[in-house]
C-alpha cells in the first residue's frame, strides 16, 4: 500500500491494517475477529476430525484394539462437544461476525466490545475442555451428558465436571454474541436496508440469534442442576430422592433441538447467497425463504421429545411430537425447492463454492429424508441409538452444515484476504468430500438397520457389519485428505492467491461494493439501499428488473417509538438520498483514507474484554477445583480443605468484576 | 463518488434504524434471555412439587421421624408477604429515580418537587428496598435451615433454593448496579442525557420485580 512510503505526516490519511499479536489481542474490529474466529474454529474443526478418525481407526475392523473403551467414550464425547461448539458454532460466528455489518451497511457491530469479549470466552472455553485430554480426564458422557450417568455417583471423576463448566463457559459466549448481534441487525442497518431486502444469509442469522438467546439460558439451567448435584449434593437428577429421570433429557433437547437449528441455518444462509450469484439470477422465492426460515425456528421449539421417542412418554406426546416434527419437514423441503428453482434456468457457473452449495442441497435432502423416517415412532424404536441415527445427523451435519460453510469459506475468502483461493485444489477438495463423505456415511445406514448399535467402542465379527465398517472408514481416510489440501489451499491461497479486487464473483450485496479486505471502517459513506440486490441494480440491472425497487430509499428510515422522534438520524438528510446519481447509488471507493480523514469515530482497541474473560475461566476453573476437593475429600473420609478453589474462584470475580467496571466506564470511542 | 463530496457525520452521533439506543434493545433482548432462564427454574419447582420423599414440606404439615415432632408447612407467607411488598414499593422508587433524573434540569420550586426530584434520594430509596428484600430472604434462608430444610434435604429443598437463590442474585446485581448509579450521581449529577443509563437499570430491575410476583405467586400462594 501507498502509506509504506508515504512521508510519516500522511499515514493518519491512509487506512493502514495494524499488525502485531497486542493489535490482535486488543482488536474490537468485527471483521478481524470474525478472522480470530475463523482460524480458532478451523484449528478445533482439526481436532475433532482428528477424533473422528480414530474412532473410524478402531472401528474399521472388528475387535479393534486401537484405544480403550474409557478413551473410545472420551473420543465420541469430544468429537460431538468439539464439532458443535468448538467446530460448527465459531465457524458459523466467524462469518456473523465478518458479514453481518457488511451485508447491512453497518460499519461495526452494536457492541464492538462485547464482541472481542465473546470470542475471547469462546477461546479460553475451548482450551479449557480440551485441557481435560492433558490431564487424562476428557469428557465421557456422550455430548448430550444423559443424568443420572453423569451424576457423582456413577462419573466420579473430573471428565463430566470439564464438559459441564466447559459448557458454561460457552454459553456465555454464545449469549453475549447473540444479544450482539440481535441489536446489531436490528438497530444497524443502513438506510433503506429493510428487513425485506436483508440478504438471505443476515436473515438466517437473525432467526438463529433468536434461537441462541431463547435455547442457551435453558440448557444453563439444566448444566447448573447438574453442577449443583455434583458440588453442592443437591437431588435435582437424584432418582431416589423422587427426581424425574427424564428432567435433565427434556431441557437438554429443549436446547438441543433449537441448537441443530443454530448449526443449520447459517449455512443455508450462505448457501443463499451462493447460488443466486453463480445463477446470475434472484432468489426465488425470497419472501418465502424468510418466512420458512422463521417457521422453521418457531417449530424447532416444539420438537424436542422426537429424541426421546424410545423412554416410554406415552402415546399422546409421542403422536404431537411426531406430527410437529414432520410438520417441520414443510418449510425445510420449500427452502430445497426454492434453492433448485433459483438454479432452473440460469446462467449456471461451477465454481467451488457453487459445487459445495450444491452439495449441501443434495446431501442435506438426503438427511432430511433420514430424519422424516424417524419422526415416525415406531420407526423411531428400530433406528434410535443405531448407526442409522449416526448416519442421519452426519448428514445433516456434515452435509448439511460444513457444505454450507465451506462453500461460505470459499466464496468469503477473497472478501476477507483479498485473494482467491485456487479453484482447481478447491475442485480436488470438493470431489475428496463429497465422495468421502457418502462413502463414510451412507453405509452407516445399512449398519444401523441390521443393528450396529451407537457408541460401542469394538464388535464382533460376522454380524454383517464389517463391509460397511470399512468403507466407512476408507471414506473417513478419503475426508482427511481432502482437509490437508483444503489446508495446503488455505495457506497457499492466503500468501500467493489471485488478487481478487472488490468483486471478484459479481455478488449482489453491500459487502461486494467495498474493498477486499475491507478498511476498518467498512463504508467511507453509509450506502443507501434501494432494493434486495443494490450491486446488481448498479451492475447488472436486467437481472433484478422483477424485484421490487424504490428509487430514492425510503422517504422516512426512522421508527417513531412511543410517539417521540429520537432524531438519531439527523446527518442522514432526505435530500442525501433523493440526489444520489441514479447510476451509483452505491459508491466504490478506489483510495483508502483512513477512517480519522473521514471524520468516522472508531472504537478503541482496548484488553479489557479479553481481562474480563480470563477473569470469568479462572472463576471457572475455581469450580473444577472444587469438584476436585471434593471428590478427594469423599476418598479421605471428610479429610480436606475447600480453600485453594474458595481462592481462586475469589480471585476469578474479583478479577471479572474489576476489569468489568474499568471497561464500562472507559468510553467506546474517542471524540474528535 | 468520493466520501469528501458529503459533510462527515458528527462525531458522537451514530445512525441507528429504530432510533433508539443500541443499548436499548439489548436489555430487551438480555430480559427475554432471562426470561427463558427463569421460566426453567420455576418449571423445574413446579414438575418437582410435591415429589419429596421426605420433609419438610412447603404448606402441608410433616411428622419428623427423628423427633417424632409434626411441624407445619414451612413456607411463611405473611413475612414473604412483607418482603414482597417492600421489592414492589422499590419498583415504584426507581420509577421516581429515572422520573428524576430525566426531569434534572426542570426548575423544582417547591420542597416537594425537589423531593421527588431528587435522583439520589430514590437512587438511594431502591437500592435500600432491596437490600432490604435480602435481607428478608437470608433471614428466610436462615430460619429455613434451623428448621432442617437444606439445600439437600429433599426435591422441594433443592429447587427451592436454587429458584429463590436465583433470584436474589439478581436482585444483589441489581443493587450493586443501583449503587454504582447512585455513586456517579454523587460525583457528576446525573442529567437528561444519562436518563439511558438509568433506564436500563429499571428495566432490569423491573424485570427482577416481575419474576419475583411470578415466584410468589406460584411457589407461596398456591397450594
Known amino acids: 500500500m501507498a502509506t509504506a512510503t508515504a512521508p510519516i505526516h500522511a499515514t493518519a490519511h491512509y487506512h493502514e491494517e495494524p499488525t502485531g499479536v497486542m493489535s490482535w489481542l486488543t482488536t474490537v474490529d468485527h471483521k478481524r475477529i470474525g478472522v480470530l474466529y475463523l482460524y480458532s474454529a478451523l484449528f478445533f474443526f482439526l481436532v475433532g476430525g482428528l477424533e473422528a478418525l480414530i474412532i473410524r481407526m478402531q472401528l474399521h475392523g472388528p475387535n479393534g484394539t486401537l484405544v480403550s473403551a474409557e478413551t473410545y467414550n472420551q473420543l465420541f464425547t469430544m468429537h460431538g462437544t468439539t464439532m458443535i461448539f468448538l467446530g460448527v458454532m465459531p465457524l458459523s460466528a466467524a462469518f456473523f461476525n465478518f458479514l453481518i455489518p457488511l451485508q447491512i451497511g453497518a460499519r461495526d457491530v452494536a457492541f464492538p466490545r462485547l464482541n472481542a469479549f465473546s470470542y475471547w470466552v469462546f477461546i479460553l472455553g475451548g482450551i479449557f475442555m480440551n485441557v481435560s485430554w492433558l490431564m487424562a480426564a476428557a469428557p465421557d458422557g456422550g455430548w448430550f451428558g444423559y443424568t443420572p450417568l453423569t451424576t457423582r455417583t456413577y462419573s466420579p471423576g473430573l471428565n463430566i465436571d470439564f464438559w459441564a463448566i466447559g459448557l458454561q463457559i460457552l454459553g456465555v459466549s454464545s449469549l453475549a454474541a447473540a444479544f450482539n448481534f440481535l441489536t446489531t441487525i436490528i438497530n444497524m442497518r443502513a438506510p433503506g436496508m429493510n428487513l425485506m431486502r436483508m440478504p438471505m444469509f443476515t436473515w438466517m442469522s437473525f432467526v438463529v440469534q433468536f434461537l441462541l438467546v431463547l435455547a442457551f439460558p435453558v440448557i444453563t439451567i439444566a448444566l447448573v442442576f447438574l453442577q449443583f448435584d455434583r458440588l453442592f449434593g443437591t437431588n435435582f437428577y ?43 439470477k434472484p432468489l426465488f422465492g425470497y419472501p418465502v425463504m424468510v418466512y420458512s426460515g422463521i417457521l422453521i425456528g418457531f417449530l424447532g421449539f416444539g420438537v424436542w421429545a422426537h429424541h426421546m421417542f424410545a423412554v416410554g412418554m406415552g402415546p399422546i406426546p409421542d403422536t404431537v411430537f411426531a406430527l410437529t416434527t414432520m410438520l417441520i419437514a414443510i418449510p425445510t423441503g420449500v427452502k430445497i425447492f426454492n434453492w433448485i428453482a433459483t438454479m432452473h434456468g440460469g446462467a449456471l457457473r461451477f465454481t467451488t463454492p457453487m459445487l459445495f452449495s450444491i452439495g449441501l442441497v443434495a446431501l442435506f435432502t438426503i438427511g432430511g429424508i433420514s430424519g422424516i423416517m424417524h419422526s415416525s415412532p415406531p420407526a423411531d424404536l428400530q433406528q434410535t441409538d443405531t448407526y442409522f441415527i449416526v448416519a442421519h445427523f452426519h448428514y445433516v451435519l456434515f452435509g448439511g452444515s460444513m457444505m454450507g460453510i465451506f462453500g461460505g469459506i470459499y466464496f468469503y475468502f477473497p472478501k476477507m484476504f483479498g485473494r482467491l483461493m485456487h479453484e482447481g485444489l478447491g475442485k480436488v477438495h470438493f470431489w475428496l468430500m463429497f465422495i468421502g463423505m457418502n462413502l463414510t456415511f451412507f453405509p452407516m445406514h445399512y449398519a444401523g438397520l441390521n443393528g450396529m448399535p451407537r457408541r460401542i467402542y469394538r464388535y464382533d465379527a460376522d454380524q454383517g457389519w464389517d463391509g460397511f465398517n470399512a468403507m466407512s472408514s476408507w471414506g473417513s481416510y478419503l475426508l482427511a485428505v481432502g482437509m490437508l489440501i483444503f489446508i495446503f489451499n488455505f495457506f497457499r491461497s492466503r500468501a500467493a492467491g489471485r488478487v481478487s479486487g472488490n468483486d471478484p464473483w459479481g455478488g449482489s450485496t453491500l459487502e461486494w461494493s467495498i474493498p477486499s479486505p475491507p478498511p476498518d471502517y467498512n463504508f467511507a459513506k453509509l450506502p443507501t439501499v434501494t432494493s434486495r440486490y443494490p450491486l446488481w441494480d448498479v451492475k447488472s440491472p436486467e437481472l433484478t428488473s422483477d424485484i421490487p425497487h424504490t428509487r430514492e430509499g425510503d422517504k422516512d428510515n426512522r421508527v417513531k417509538v412511543a410517539g417521540s422522534d429520537t432524531g438519531a438520524n439527523v446527518h442522514l438528510s432526505s435530500t442525501d438520498r433523493t440526489h444520489q446519481p441514479p447510476e451509483a447509488p452505491m459508491h466504490t471507493e478506489t483510495r483508502l483514507p483512513s477512517a480519522r480523514a473521514l471524520g468516522i469515530p472508531m472504537p478503541l482497541s482496548t484488553i479489557k474484554p479479553l481481562l474480563v474473560a480470563i477473569g470469568i475461566v479462572i472463576m471457572f476453573t475455581g469450580m473444577l477445583i472444587r469438584s476436585h476437593e471434593i471428590s478427594a475429600m469423599a476418598a479421605a473420609a471428610g479429610q480436606g480443605s475447600t480453600m485453594l478453589s474458595t481462592i481462586i474462584i475469589v480471585a476469578g470475580v474479583v478479577m471479572l468484576v474489576g476489569s468489568l467496571y474499568w471497561w464500562l466506564l472507559s468510553p467506546l470511542e474517542e471524540h474528535h | 463518488m468520493t466520501a469528501s463530496a458529503h459533510a462527515p457525520a458528527p462525531a458522537h452521533v451514530h445512525y ?15 430480559i427475554g434471555s432471562e426470561c427463558m432462564l427463569f421460566a ?9 412439587k410435591g415429589k419429596s420423599r421426605v420433609g419438610p414440606y412447603p404448606h402441608e404439615p410433616w411428622t419428623n421421624p427423628l423427633t417424632g415432632q409434626t411441624q407445619a408447612g414451612i413456607l411463611d407467607i405473611p413475612i414473604t408477604s412483607a418482603s414482597t411488598f417492600v421489592l414492589l414499593m422499590s419498583s415504584l422508587a426507581m420509577v421516581l429515580a429515572l422520573a428524576a433524573v430525566q426531569n434534572k434540569h426542570i426548575p423544582k420550586p417547591t420542597r416537594g418537587d425537589r423531593i421527588l426530584g431528587s435522583s439520589q434520594l430514590w437512587l438511594f430509596t431502591t437500592a435500600l428496598l432491596g437490600a432490604i428484600f435480602l435481607g428478608f430472604q437470608a433471614f428466610e434462608f436462615t430460619a429455613f435451615v434451623n428448621e432442617g430444610l437444606t439445600i439437600k434435604t429433599n426435591l422441594f429443598g433443592s429447587t427451592f433454593f436454587t429458584l429463590t437463590g436465583f433470584h436474589g442474585a439478581h436482585v444483589t446485581v441489581g443493587v450493586i448496579w443501583l449503587v454504582t448509579l447512585l455513586f456517579i450521581d454523587r460525583r457528576r449529577n446525573l442529567g437528561p442525557a444519562d436518563a439511558l443509563n438509568v433506564d ?22 398456591i397450594e
Do not use: M
Not at chain 2, 16 to 30: E, P, S
Not at chain 2, 202 to 221: G, K, P, Q
Open chain 2, 40 to 48: 426453567s427454574l420455576i418449571s423445574t419447582y413446579l414438575i418437582y
Open chain 2, 200 to 221: 436500563l437499570c429499571a428495566l432490569y430491575w423491573h424485570f427482577v420485580d416481575v419474576v419475583w410476583i411470578a415466584i410468589f405467586t406460584l411457589i407461596y400462594l
Open chain 1, 238 to 280: 437424584t432418582v431416589s430422592a423422587g427426581a424425574d429421570p427424564l428432567l435433565w433429557q427434556h431441557l437438554f433437547w429443549i436446547f438441543g433441538h433449537p441448537e441443530v437449528y443454530i448449526l443449520i441455518l447459517p449455512a443455508f444462509g450462505l448457501v443463499s447467497e451462493i447460488l443466486p450469484t453463480f445463477s446470475r
Open chain 2, 16 to 30: 441507528t434504524t429504530t432510533g433508539l439506543d443500541n443499548r436499548k434493545i439489548a436489555i430487551w433482548a438480555f
